[in-house]
């Protein structure tokens, strides 16, 4: 069992930076496989970025790569997501999410545990 709690979200103008962090319980999390998501109005939940379990690799959304960051520090159990050129359309709610796989992965179904989610809104 792993329970998430994420932070770091807020407001900010276009081309800001936000960092997300994402906390873990439980002993087991360097096992996961550790996800972002976000989710827009109206709009279902869309992949953002993976982390392997040891950090070693990482998968990105077209929409994010070189604008987004994921790591993962096993020893504090947290992941984090820093954001830098923010754009209006990445306002959303974002979400960790850990997945007990082997490999990475960016289906939502195979995560099976998910935090509450922050709100990131970008003003233009």
């Known amino acids: 069992q792993v329970q998430l709690v994420e932070s770091g979200g807020g407001l900010v103008q276009a081309g800001g930076s936000l960092r997300l962090s994402c906390a873990a319980s439980g002993r087991t999390f360097s096992t996961y496989v550790m996800g972002w998501f976000r989710q827009a109005p109206g709009k279902e939940r869309e992949f953002v970025a993976t982390?392997?379990?040891?950090?070693?690799?990482?998968i990105y959304a077209d929409s994010v790569k070189g604008r987004f960051t994921i790591s993962r520090d096993n020893a504090k159990n947290t992941v984090y997501l820093q954001i830098n050129s923010l754009k209006p359309e990445d306002t959303a709610v974002y979400y960790c999410?850990?997945?007990?796989?082997?490999?990475?992965?960016?289906?939502?179904?195979?995560?099976?545990?998910w935090g509450q989610g922050t709100q990131v809104t970008v003003s233009s």
């Open positions: 999410a850990a997945a007990p796989m082997p490999v990475l992965t960016t289906r939502k179904y195979e995560y099976d545990y």
């Open positions: 982390i392997s379990v040891s950090g070693g690799s990482t």
